[in-house]
Each structure stands twice: as C-alpha cells, then as structure tokens.
C-alpha cells in the first residue's frame, strides 16, 4: 500500500469520523478504506482510531498523529503543486466553501470558464452560510463576507462591497421616495431577524461621517434572499449588499434610494489557512476570481 495515500485516508476519515464518507468521496468500497486503517495501524504498531456501529473516532494516540501527519500531508502536497508546470497551471481537486447566496450568483457561474482554463482540475463547490473550520476540514479555500481584521488565516481581498436602499418602484410610487435618513422612519423597513435579534438598525455615511437609523416595518426574515423578493413585491425598503440587487436594479425592478448615503460593507475575501507552500491550484483561483470581478467590481457598473 502506497504510504502517503495511506496516510491521506487517515486524515479523511478523522474529519468525517466515516469510512463510508470517505469511500464514497473517493469512489471505492468501505472495506477497502478499513484497509487501509488497519494497515496503517499494523505497521506502525498504534490504535488510531475507537469503532462503533455509530462513527469511528481518534483514540489519544490518533489525535496526536493526526496533527503530525496533517501539517506534513499538507505541506507536500502544496509543495508539489506549487511547483507543478512552472506554478502556472494545476491538477487535482480544488475544494471551495462559499456564503450560499453570493456562491449560487457570484462563483458558481464562473466555475466552467476557470476550468476551461485549467482543464486538469476538478472543483467542488460547498455553499452553506457555516463556517468552516479551514484548519482541520477538507476545504482548500472559502470566499467570506466579513470582518477579517483579527482574522487566524490567510485573507486576501477579492472586492469591495458596500450596502444600497431598495424599493420597488410601486411601493415608492406608493409611500414616497426618502430624501434624507430620517425619512426611514416613516417607510416599512424590511429587516433581517436571527436568534440575537432585530438588524434594525442601519448604517450610513453623511458628508463622511457614519451614521446610524433605526428602522421599523412588519416584514422581517434571516434569510436576505427573503427580504429581496419581499422588496420586489412592494412590501417595503430593504438594505441590502449591492451584489446582492444589482440586476434588479439595472433592469428597473428595485430603484436605489438614499445613494449618496451609501456606506462600505464588509468587503469580499478568499481566505486559506497560513502554510508554507500556497497550492497552485488555490493562486489560480483566486486570481480568477479577482481578475473575473474587477476593479470596482462587475455588480457595481451595473448601477
């Protein structure tokens, strides 16, 4: 048994604590990834890992291989891939955890046009709104929408954002059009709920300066894709991220308000973990992806 792939088996399956995860990833049988543990616990002479008919856990002695062999597995593999064809071309499988909304309008269509430039690759793409954790999960990259300032890792900065004031142009015909921000305060706003809350209040710049309102309406959701369609059905005025409405506004479904209060929002990064060697595969696609949104980035011109 070729020993770095029996050592790869060993990290997948202390990440998903499953044989059968792992054989289905890989397209072979559970027995054959049991295997290749055993064999790997044979010849090094350890239990690595506790088996139940529920899941498969690392025993004390796993946990502390697992870190050892992690950092070097990954290493190497990054060390390989950086070098391969001159760095400027990649094989393997790229792994791409991104916020679900932004992933479905912003990375999954441009997935076909990065392979056609890297042929060799093959790209999974996970959209969830967890978060991963970059360090001991299997994902090589993901896109977040955040703060990173105190950020543990790697980030760097794809696009800028800013948020935008949306209505539909019945319920502006209806209610009015704001002029200033205190006239937030007589529109049904449209806000975000989570368990900590109402999002209700709303942040702007005014001659340079932040300023906040605090917003009310009858309409409120955690999900923004929600808040969007109640928009466009004339509920009321939502604030959103501009990635997020600028078709509708370019084809006259949501009219901006309040344009020159706009304020910056969390911008845009690609983040990955600090290492040695940055994987071909990763640089690739983060140019791609810098290079495919431009400077302001494509959603903006659409204003």
């Excluded at 060799?120 to 300032?149: C, F, G, Q």
Aim: proline fraction near 5%.
């Amino acid at each position: 048994m070729d020993r770095f792939k029996a050592l790869q088996t060993f990290l997948d399956v202390a990440k998903t604590e499953s044989l059968s995860a792992v054989a289905r990833e890989e397209g072979v049988t559970p027995a054959m990834v049991g295997r290749r543990v055993d064999q790997l616990e044979a010849r090094i002479g350890v239990k690595l890992f506790k088996r139940s008919t529920r899941k498969i856990t690392l025993t004390p002695e796993g946990s502390a291989f697992y870190e050892s062999v992690r950092d070097f597995i990954n290493d190497l593999n990054a060390a390989e891939e950086a070098i391969a064809v001159g760095a400027k071309s990649a094989t393997g499988r790229l792994i791409v955890s991104a916020p679900t909304a932004f992933g479905r309008k912003h990375i999954a269509p441009h997935v076909p046009a990065f392979l056609a430039e890297n042929p060799n690759l093959t790209v999974t793409l996970h959209l969830s709104e967890r978060l991963v954790d970059l360090k001991n999960e299997r994902v090589d990259l993901a896109i977040r929408i955040a703060d990173l300032k105190n950020a543990d890792f790697i980030a760097v900065k794809l696009a800028r954002n800013h948020r935008v004031v949306v209505g539909s142009p019945s319920y502006i015909k209806r209610a009015g059009k704001p002029q200033t921000l205190t006239d937030l305060e007589r529109h049904n706003c449209l806000v975000t709920s989570s368990e900590d809350g109402l999002a209700d209040i709303w942040h702007f710049q005014n001659n340079g300066e932040s300023q906040s309102v605090k917003v009310a309406g009858n309409l409120h959701c955690n999900d923004g894709g929600v808040l969007t369609k109640w928009a466009l059905a004339g509920q009321g005025l939502a604030w959103r991220s501009a990635w997020e409405v600028s078709d509708e506004i370019a084809h006259g479904r949501l009219i901006e308000v309040l344009p020159k209060f706009s304020a910056p929002g969390n911008d845009i990064y690609a983040v990955y973990p600090d290492r040695k060697f940055l994987p071909a595969k990763v640089r690739l696609f983060i140019e791609f992806l810098k290079r495919t949104f431009g400077n302001p980035p494509y959603w903006e011109s659409k204003r």
